[in-house]
Antibody, heavy 122, light 107 residues
Framework: QVQLVQSGAEVKKPGASVKVSCKAS????????MHWVRQAPGQGLEWMGW????????NYAQKFQGRVTMTRDTSISTAYMELSRLRSDDTAVYYC???????????????WGQGTLLTVSS | DIQMTQSPSSLSASVGDRVTITCRAS??????LNWYQQKPGKAPKLLIY???SLQSGVPSRFSGSGSGTDFTLTISSLQPEDFATYYC?????????FGQGTTVEIK
């Protein structure tokens, strides 16, 4: 069965960086886009970007350009999201979500990780 | 970016009620519309994709309809486990954008 397992909660100081991992199993990792979505406390869902695990190509939301880097290690079927220059308003739960198959029409996230809580506080 | 607007933002309903949530896109998105259910402390769960296709394992009391700019999620007979927040999301173009959510509460 498809599973996405994320790394554990993080506490960071403003200005620091964080790297969240998302380990995939139960399907061909390189065959599907991986998206990252975050949710601030009590708020809605905000898309951050995607990575094509096959090519390593990325597409980031304009809001996060210059601060976010998405990478992958296909040998261990793991995607990563690194966010730098953290601010207090980056406090949120960060999710990875499997998107559509490469070269297929756009679909939603059919499988999601359990979420990683990031707290940014001095 | 495509803006997604859901209504209502919250509603109170009883077990057995028929519940309808609407979602409007700021431009035509064909049928690239997905619905999610989220419970407190949990990740979103995909219910409906491509506007009207039921995700595997999702009860048949959930249904979706619409195309272009106007979409609807219907729960035919509300069950206790359906009290949650529901989000629509467009996958027509990047960036993905979500509605603000509709919280379904117990009356």
């Amino acid at each position: 069965q498809v599973q996405l397992v994320q790394s554990g909660a993080e506490v960071k100081k403003p200005g620091a960086s964080v790297k969240v991992s998302c380990k995939a199993s139960g399907y061909t990792f390189s065959g599907y886009y991986m998206h990252w979505v975050r949710q601030a406390p009590g708020q809605g869902l905000e898309w951050m970007g995607w990575i094509n695990p096959n090519s390593g190509g990325t597409n980031y939301a304009q809001k996060f350009q210059g601060r976010v880097t998405m990478t992958r290690d296909t040998s261990i079927s793991t995607a990563y999201m690194e966010l730098s220059r953290l601010r207090s308003d980056d406090t949120a739960v960060y999710y990875c979500a499997r998107g559509n198959a490469i070269a297929a029409a756009g679909t939603g996230g059919d499988y999601w990780g359990q979420g990683t809580l990031l707290t940014v506080s001095s | 970016d495509i803006q997604m607007t859901q209504s209502p933002s919250s509603l109170s309903a009883s077990v057995g009620d028929r519940v309808t949530i609407t979602c409007r896109a700021s431009q035509s998105i064909s049928t690239y519309l997905n619905w999610y259910q989220q419970k407190p402390g949990k990740a979103p769960k995909l219910l409906i994709y491509a506007a009207s296709s039921l995700q595997s394992g999702v009860p048949s009391r959930f249904s979706g309809s619409g195309s272009g700019t106007d979409f609807t999620l219907t729960i035919s007979s509300l069950q206790p486990e359906d009290f949650a927040t529901y989000y629509c999301q467009q996958s027509y173009s990047i960036p993905w954008t979500f509605g603000q959510g509709t919280t379904v509460e117990i009356k």
